[in-house]
Each structure stands twice: as structure tokens, then as C-alpha cells.
């Protein structure tokens, strides 16, 4: 659970977890309860998150009461005290009803199939109909329970569902043809065959499982990103006493004001500030930023980051729900959310649909028996068949079969969608954001180049290795990779002499040698000069957004390096093939302005939006999806999961953070940024295919429940029995089940 207050008005705030939905109906159904208990002023149902936001009056309720009548309403809404329990009690409870779902499903289509084969073949045999009505009796007891429970209970309260119809539907069969069976002189003596049709009940359930079940395995692990990011929050910390001793305590037990000692290797459990020691933090899932980032007294350090070199002390700013992480928390878990419109608008036509299509079978029934007692016969077979035709497989197959197969498709492919809105919605991506570092570049610094060109003298080569060994600056590392590439004999000699200068570099003696690394400032302080033409070529290598590192002696400069990232060599091709698409792209980073102006250049992007943390990128999403437009985010590190939330279509690029690949909705395996388009085309397919099999579910209903009751009798003398209706119900299924499989043969 998760409270917002605001005690002026007495008004609390929470999110709670709600399991046992299973569409859009649901979703009002518990919003309604929730928003007609006393003491709750707002409710709001997330059906994607399985979420329910409300506002109460904690002096008139609690979450407690209102967790007792969404029970009786028939779901669970778990109250927990923290965010991490009601994550686990929800994870929990989906598995329960994922396995239990799944037997369901294997025990409906076990007793079916014999069944629709004794049936559908007429295979006669003594006590044919008993065993017929025992295994119809064992899908419905077993494996439809819940639709008569649930469906029932919804009907009762004049908020009927899928599930109602689906009750209604298949009971109406059972008790049709179990009447049938006992008392078949009642038909036969008026000339009517006393057909029983035990299979439409149990194929109906077989169906309406299958759907249910798709539906499930898509929206499985939908709330690992937040148990991940939890993971970034150490447990334990090291306190420093007013003695100076140290004593491990627990989180929750820090307080603003309290020291903290964060060794080489651990995560800084608080945001604070460094008060003694110097190190080299990554922030990266903060900026997105590979380079470490050195830290000195003063400087502010957040919850969650990791300390990668010396040890630090800090002071505790912000702890708990206060820190940079947990608001990050905060916004993931709020923005994130599986949105599929085209499966939502199916559930709201549900809605009025099953009413509709009790309402008429009823007024099937009245008409026929109005034409007298004789036609009382035809009057149940003609409201039987609207129900059994009517029943909502194909509608509920339409979407989770495309998408299923979609999803197979795009995994042969290297793109691993984990949740259905993002193969509807892609197709309407009007702009993509993409994140530069690690998505448009490899996301690893290197040396590009080097002045003077050529061979480096041996000697300084030896002492910047040996110096840099000793270094927390952040392109330490790439500057070491060049060095010992360029001279495989190199050794990490101790200096004679080792000095440190923050913001500016270091100095140092290496076998008799005086060296200097750093920037132009450092040699500016040590009133050594730089050459005029080394001097033009820094300038307009950091025009380009590169770092320049200069090293030299007590004589002056003698090499320049430039490090920076690589472009990834698909990306301009990308953002051409994605124009030609009609999709804006726009680079969104956290780097330095000089740097993503020149990124864009080099691939060919138009809009740059830089310098910003994480609450920034999300922003920018929410400015650039203002008028309607449908926004898709590309990112990789921990620092875009707030924009991958945010926006409308969130894509991760493999071998990037967990984090912001929990958080996405489709991941590319291999990092490629050509499988964007790709995935574009992929959805467009796929969403060509829902489209066309909720064409054929609707104009299947239009014309068959007219059928089913009766229209063509009196120019046809034809009626449709329930075995044909419930035959060209399965043969619908079938159908939307047949048109998803194409996708299997697309080429994206």
C-alpha cells in the first residue's frame, strides 16, 4: 500500500492492488464499489495495473472496509503496509489464479473433446446421454465454476458480464437437454426430435477458458520493475557514531541528520551529502550516463547509486519515501500500465451486449409462445440458440489470439513484446524518443583520437597508465583500454609522487618521470602552455560533445585525448526508415547539450531535448503527447523508466538496464536499432488482424442471432437448432483463432 495525506481535510490517499479482474466490466464493477462505500470520496480502477486508486475520509473508513466489500463483491483488494508486501501478496495471488486457470482449462478440454466427438458424430451407445450429461456436468462443475459464481452474482446486481452470459448460456443448454433426456416424450409426442446438446455447454467453457487463459499468460510478471527497483535499496547501512565506531542498523531506523559510511562496492542507501572521503559514483540510473562521476566533500549523492572506488561518508538528507528513488518508484508504479484500447472498446460493447442478448432471447421466447401453446417448444429452442450463438467466444478470442500470435512472431523476430498495448499502439506512434546513450551509442566511452597522431613516447605512456590505475575520474577506464592496447608491455608501476586535483585531474612521478593529466585548467594552474594547434583541435573535439583529457610535463602539454561513445552504426538508417514511416524522432538525454547537438547531426535527428534527470524526461513525454499525439520512448537505463512509463509505447533496448526492460512493454533482443521499424510493422499487422476478427465476431452476431431466432422460419420454414448454433459458434472461434495464425506467415 502506498498513502498520500492530506490531514487539512482529513483526506488519505492510496493505491492498493486488486486481483481476480478480468475485464473491463469488472474493472466498474469493483470501481463502483469502491466508490460506493461510505468515506470514499474518489475511486479510480486501473484494470491494466490491476490497481485501484481512492480517497478517503480515515474518520468514516478504512482501507480495510473497503478491502471486505470488494470481497463480497466477488475480488480481493490487498491492504499491506508497505509498497514491497503488496507487490509480493499480488505477484502471489496471480500465480495462484495463472495455475488454477490452467488446470481449469486442461480438465475443460479433456471432458470436451470426447464429448463433442460422441455428439458432433452421433456415436450411440447404451447410456450414451448419461455419459454425456456426466461429462458436460464435470466441465461446468469443475472448470466453469467461476463463470457461474461470478456470473450469477454480476446478474443479481444488474451489472451483468461476459461471464453472466456465458452462466446463463450454458445452463440453459444443460437444463434443456438434461430435460431432454428424462422426459424426451414431451417433444417427440408433438413431432419435435428431442435433440440434447451437452457439448454446446461444455465447448462454450472450453472456448471462453482458452481466451481467458491467453489473456493471462500476456499480462504475467507485469510487477517485477517495481520489485527491481526496490532491489536498489540496501537493507542494512553502516552508521558512524559520535565516537566515530560503526554499527549496522536497519533502513528504516535512519534519520535526516545521521552519518553514513558507504564502502567501495556498496549503493549509497540515502540522499545526502559527502561530507569526508572521495570516490567515483554511477549514477547511471540516475543520467543514463555510463562515466562514473567523482564525488569530493559537498557534493550530493542519491539513494540507490552505486560507489565504485574509494569510501565515503555521508550525511542522510532524505531517507525513506523522501529519497530520488523511491519518487521514482513512485512514478513508475503510477504511470506503468498495460493500455490496450482495441481489447478496452470489446469490453465496454460487452458491457451492453450481454444485457442486449438476454434481453433477447427473452423477447425470442415471449413472441414464439405468443402464437400459443404449440409453439412453446420452438419458443425454447429458438431463445436456447440466441444464447448458445450469441455467447461471446469468437468477441473474447478476437484480440489475445492476434496478439499471441504476434507476440510469437515478433520473439522469432528478436522483439520481445510484454504486454498487448504495445502491439496496438505502436501502429499510431506519431513521435519516438529516443534516449542517446546506450540506444543511440554503444554506451561505452572510448579513445577516438589522439594529437599529436602517431606513436606515444614509451615512457609517458607507462605514467598515465600507472597513473590512471590510481584515478576515479570517469573515462579512467577508457583512457587505460587505449593505453594498453596501444603497448601491450606496460606494468602498473606506484608513483613517486601521486597528487590529486579535483575538477581539474592529477599529477604524479612515475620511474623518475614528472606527468600531469587533466584538463586545460590544470595546466593553466601549473602555468604550463598548451600549443596553439592542440588547443583548436580540444575546442572542436569538445564542440562534438567529446571529453579531452590533456596529459603532458613539466614543459608543457604534450598529448590530447578525445573520448566519447560510438554511434551505433544503424541509427541514422533508422531514424531515415522511421521518417519515411511518418514517425518524428526526437533525441531525449541527460547529457550535455554539445553532445546530443551533435549526435542528432550525425544521424540525422531534428529535435533535441537535453540536460535533463529523469522527472525532466518524463515531462517531456507528457509535453510531446499533448494534442493527441501517440509518443513511444526508446531508452536503457534506470533514468528512462519514469519516460518509459509515461509514454504511450515503451521499448528497451536489449543488454540495457533490468530496470527500464521490466518497465518496458517491448524489448528489443539485440539492441538493434533497426527492429524498431520492424516492430512498427509487426503491430500494423497485428493490428490489421484484431481488427478484421472483431469485423467477423460483430457481423457474425448480427447475422446469426437474428438466424437463431427464428427469421427465416416464416419464408424458410428453417430454424436453427442449438447443435448447429453451438457448432457455428465453435466454427467462429475457430475462424478468429485460423485468421490470427497468418501472422505466423507476415513478413516484418
Given at each position: 500500500?502506498?498513502?498520500?495525506?492530506?490531514?487539512?481535510?482529513r483526506?488519505e490517499?492510496?493505491?492498493?492492488?486488486?486481483?481476480?479482474m478480468m475485464?473491463?466490466v469488472?474493472?466498474?464493477?469493483v470501481?463502483k464499489t469502491?466508490a460506493?462505500?461510505?468515506?470514499?470520496s474518489e475511486?479510480?480502477?486501473?484494470?491494466a495495473?490491476s490497481?485501484?486508486?481512492?480517497?478517503?475520509?480515515?474518520?468514516?473508513?478504512?482501507p480495510?472496509?473497503?478491502a471486505?466489500?470488494?470481497r463480497?463483491?466477488?475480488?480481493e483488494?490487498?491492504v499491506?503496509?508497505?509498497?514491497a508486501?503488496?507487490?509480493?501478496?499480488?505477484?502471489?495471488?496471480?500465480q495462484?489464479q495463472?495455475?488454477r486457470?490452467k488446470r481449469?482449462?486442461i480438465?475443460?478440454?479433456?471432458?470436451?473433446?470426447?464429448?463433442s466427438?460422441?455428439?458432433?458424430?452421433?456415436i450411440h451407445f447404451?447410456?450414451?446421454?448419461?455419459?454425456?450429461?456426466?461429462?458436460?456436468?464435470?466441465v461446468m462443475a469443475?472448470?466453469?465454476?467461476?463463470?457461474?459464481v461470478?456470473?450469477?452474482?454480476?446478474l443479481a446486481s444488474r451489472?451483468?458480464?461476459?461471464?453472466?452470459?456465458?452462466?446463463v448460456s450454458?445452463?440453459?443448454?444443460?437444463?434443456?437437454?438434461?430435460?431432454?433426456?428424462?422426459?424426451?416424450?414431451?417433444?417427440?409426442?408433438?413431432?419435435?426430435?428431442a435433440d440434447?446438446?451437452?457439448?454446446a455447454?461444455?465447448m462454450i467453457?472450453?472456448?471462453?477458458?482458452?481466451g481467458?487463459?491467453m489473456e493471462?499468460?500476456?499480462?504475467?510478471?507485469?510487477?517485477?520493475?517495481?520489485k527491481?527497483?526496490?532491489?536498489?535499496?540496501?537493507?542494512e547501512?553502516?552508521?558512524v557514531?559520535a565516537n566515530?565506531?560503526?554499527?549496522?542498523?536497519?533502513?528504516?531506523?535512519?534519520t535526516?541528520?545521521?552519518?553514513?559510511?558507504?564502502r567501495?562496492g556498496?549503493?549509497?542507501p540515502?540522499?545526502?551529502?559527502?561530507k569526508s572521503?572521495?570516490?567515483?559514483?554511477?549514477?547511471?540510473?540516475?543520467?543514463?550516463?555510463?562515466?562514473?562521476?567523482?564525488?569530493?566533500?559537498g557534493?550530493h549523492?542519491?539513494?540507490?547509486t552505486?560507489?565504485?572506488?574509494?569510501?565515503?561518508?555521508?550525511?542522510?538528507?532524505?531517507?525513506?519515501?523522501?529519497?530520488?528513488?523511491?519518487r521514482?518508484?513512485?512514478?513508475?508504479r503510477?504511470?506503468?500500465?498495460?493500455?490496450?484500447?482495441?481489447?478496452?472498446?470489446?469490453?465496454?460493447?460487452s458491457?451492453?451486449?450481454v444485457?442486449t442478448?438476454?434481453?433477447?432471447?427473452?423477447?425470442?421466447f415471449?413472441?414464439w409462445?405468443?402464437?400459443?401453446?404449440?409453439?412453446i417448444?420452438?419458443?425454447?429452442?429458438?431463445?436456447?440458440?440466441?444464447l448458445?450463438?450469441?455467447?461471446?467466444?469468437?468477441l473474447?478470442?478476437?484480440?489475445?489470439?492476434?496478439?499471441?500470435?504476434?507476440?510469437?512472431?515478433?520473439?522469432?523476430?528478436?522483439?520481445?513484446?510484454?504486454?498487448?498495448?504495445?502491439?496496438?499502439?505502436l501502429?499510431k506512434?506519431?513521435?519516438l524518443?529516443?534516449d542517446?546513450?546506450?540506444?543511440?551509442?554503444?554506451?561505452k566511452?572510448?579513445?577516438?583520437?589522439?594529437?599529436p597522431?602517431?606513436e606515444?613516447?614509451?615512457?609517458?605512456?607507462?605514467?598515465?597508465y600507472?597513473l590512471e590505475?590510481?584515478?576515479?575520474?570517469?573515462?579512467?577506464?577508457?583512457?587505460?583500454?587505449w593505453?594498453?592496447?596501444?603497448a601491450?608491455?606496460?606494468k602498473?608501476?606506484?608513483p613517486e609522487?601521486?597528487?590529486y586535483?579535483p575538477?581539474?585531474g592529477?599529477?604524479?612521478e612515475?620511474?623518475g618521470?614528472?606527468?600531469?593529466?587533466?584538463?586545460?585548467?590544470?595546466?593553466?594552474?601549473?602555468?604550463?602552455?598548451?600549443?596553439?594547434?592542440?588547443?583548436?583541435?580540444?575546442?572542436?573535439?569538445?564542440?562534438?560533445g567529446?571529453?579531452?583529457?590533456?596529459?603532458g610535463?613539466?614543459?608543457?602539454?604534450?598529448?590530447?585525448?578525445?573520448?566519447?561513445?560510438?554511434?551505433?552504426?544503424?541509427?541514422?538508417e533508422?531514424?531515415?526508415?522511421?521518417?519515411?514511416?511518418g514517425?518524428?524522432?526526437?533525441?531525449?538525454?541527460?547529457?550535455?547539450?554539445?553532445?546530443a547537438l551533435?549526435?542528432?547531426?550525425e544521424?540525422?535527428?531534428?529535435?533535441?531535448?537535453?540536460?535533463?534527470l529523469?522527472?525532466?524526461?518524463?515531462?517531456?513525454?507528457a509535453?510531446?503527447?499533448?494534442?493527441?499525439?501517440?509518443?513511444?520512448?526508446?531508452?536503457?537505463?534506470?533514468?528512462?523508466?519514469?519516460?518509459?512509463?509515461?509514454?504511450?509505447?515503451?521499448?528497451a533496448?536489449?543488454?540495457?538496464?533490468?530496470i527500464?526492460i521490466e518497465?518496458?512493454q517491448?524489448?528489443?533482443?539485440?539492441?538493434?536499432l533497426?527492429?524498431?521499424p520492424k516492430?512498427?510493422?509487426?503491430?500494423?499487422a497485428?493490428?490489421?488482424?484484431?481488427?478484421?476478427?472483431?469485423?467477423?465476431?460483430?457481423i457474425?452476431?448480427?447475422?446469426?442471432?437474428?438466424?437463431?431466432?427464428?427469421?427465416?422460419?416464416?419464408?424458410?420454414?428453417?430454424?436453427?437448432?442449438?447443435?448447429l448454433a453451438?457448432?457455428?459458434?465453435?466454427?467462429?472461434?475457430v475462424?478468429?483463432v485460423?485468421?490470427?495464425?497468418?501472422?505466423?506467415?507476415?513478413?516484418?
Open positions: 500500500m502506498e498513502r498520500c495525506y492530506c490531514m487539512g481535510n483526506i490517499k492510496g493505491v492498493f492492488p486488486v486481483t481476480g475485464c473491463a469488472c474493472a466498474g464493477t470501481e469502491v460506493g462505500c461510505d468515506g470514499v475511486a479510480s480502477v486501473n484494470f495495473g490497481e485501484v486508486s481512492i480517497s478517503w475520509n480515515p474518520d468514516v473508513t478504512s480495510q472496509k473497503v471486505q466489500a470488494v463480497e463483491a466477488g475480488y483488494m490487498i499491506e503496509d508497505s509498497v508486501k503488496a507487490v509480493e501478496e499480488k505477484e502471489k495471488a496471480e495462484r495463472y495455475r486457470m481449469d482449462l480438465v475443460a478440454w479433456t471432458l470436451t473433446l470426447p464429448l466427438a460422441i455428439c458432433m458424430l452421433h447404451p447410456g450414451d446421454s448419461i455419459v454425456m450429461m456426466l461429462l458436460s456436468l464435470g469443475f472448470s466453469g465454476r467461476r463463470f457461474y461470478n456470473g450469477f452474482r454480476h451489472r451483468p458480464d461476459m461471464d453472466s452470459l456465458v452462466a450454458t445452463l440453459v443448454s444443460f437444463l434443456f437437454s438434461l430435460f431432454n433426456t428424462f422426459f424426451p416424450e414431451f417433444f417427440t409426442s408433438r413431432g419435435i426430435p440434447l446438446y451437452y457439448e455447454s461444455a467453457i472450453a472456448f471462453v477458458l482458452t481467458k487463459f493471462s499468460r500476456a499480462k504475467r510478471n507485469t510487477g517485477t520493475a517495481i527491481a527497483l526496490m532491489g536498489l535499496q540496501p537493507s547501512a553502516q552508521v557514531d566515530g565506531n560503526l554499527k549496522t542498523v536497519k533502513i528504516s531506523e535512519i535526516p541528520g545521521t552519518f553514513i559510511s558507504v567501495p556498496e549503493r549509497i540515502v540522499d545526502g551529502i559527502v572521503g572521495m570516490s567515483s559514483v554511477d549514477e547511471s540510473m540516475l543520467t543514463g550516463e555510463p562515466e562514473g562521476v567523482e564525488k569530493t566533500p557534493d549523492v542519491s539513494a540507490g552505486l560507489n565504485t572506488n574509494g569510501s565515503i561518508t555521508v550525511e542522510a538528507m532524505k531517507v525513506g519515501t523522501n529519497t530520488e528513488l523511491a521514482i518508484i513512485d512514478c513508475v503510477r504511470a506503468q500500465g498495460s493500455k490496450a484500447p482495441v481489447q478496452r472498446l470489446v469490453d465496454k460493447i458491457a451492453v451486449f444485457p442478448v438476454i434481453g433477447i432471447a427473452i423477447l425470442t415471449c413472441i409462445a405468443a402464437f400459443g401453446t404449440a409453439y417448444p420452438m419458443a425454447v429452442l429458438a431463445a436456447v440458440s440466441v448458445v450463438i450469441a455467447c461471446p467466444c469468437a473474447g478470442l478476437a484480440t489475445p489470439t492476434a496478439v499471441m500470435v504476434g507476440i510469437g512472431r515478433g520473439a522469432r523476430s528478436g522483439i520481445l513484446v510484454k504486454e498487448a498495448s504495445a502491439l496496438e499502439l501502429k506512434t506519431d513521435v524518443a529516443i542517446k546513450t546506450g540506444t543511440l551509442t554503444e554506451g566511452p572510448a579513445v577516438k583520437a589522439t594529437y597522431e602517431g606515444v613516447a614509451f615512457n609517458l605512456l607507462q605514467a598515465i600507472s590505475k590510481r584515478s576515479t575520474h570517469p573515462l579512467s577506464d577508457a583512457i587505460i583500454d593505453a594498453t592496447a596501444t601491450t608491455a606496460l602498473d608501476i606506484a609522487k601521486f597528487d586535483i575538477g581539474m592529477m599529477r604524479g612515475v620511474n618521470h614528472e606527468v600531469w593529466i587533466g584538463n586545460e585548467a590544470l595546466a593553466k594552474s601549473l602555468g604550463l602552455r598548451i600549443p596553439e594547434k592542440m588547443k583548436d583541435t580540444c575546442g572542436k573535439w569538445a564542440s562534438e567529446a571529453g579531452v583529457v590533456i596529459a610535463d613539466g614543459n608543457g602539454a604534450l598529448l590530447a585525448l578525445k573520448v566519447s561513445d560510438t554511434i551505433r552504426p544503424d541509427a541514422g533508422t531514424v531515415a526508415t522511421l521518417r519515411k514511416m514517425v518524428k524522432t526526437v533525441l531525449l538525454t541527460g547529457d550535455r547539450r554539445e553532445t551533435f549526435v542528432a547531426k544521424t540525422g535527428i531534428e529535435e533535441v531535448i537535453s540536460d535533463v529523469p522527472q525532466g524526461k518524463q515531462d517531456a513525454i509535453q510531446l503527447k499533448k494534442g493527441g499525439k501517440y509518443v513511444a520512448m526508446a531508452g536503457d537505463g534506470i533514468n528512462d523508466s519514469q519516460a518509459l512509463a509515461e509514454a504511450d509505447v515503451s521499448i533496448m536489449g543488454g540495457g538496464s533490468d527500464a518497465v518496458a517491448l524489448t528489443i533482443v539485440s539492441g538493434r533497426m527492429y524498431i516492430a512498427l510493422r509487426l503491430s500494423a497485428t493490428l490489421r488482424i484484431i481488427k478484421e476478427n472483431l469485423f467477423w465476431a460483430f457474425y452476431n448480427v447475422i446469426g442471432i437474428p438466424v437463431a431466432a427464428g427469421a427465416l422460419y416464416p419464408f424458410t420454414g428453417m430454424m436453427l437448432s442449438p447443435m453451438s457448432a457455428a459458434m465453435a466454427f467462429s472461434s475462424c478468429v485460423a485468421n490470427s495464425l497468418r501472422l505466423n506467415r507476415m513478413k516484418v
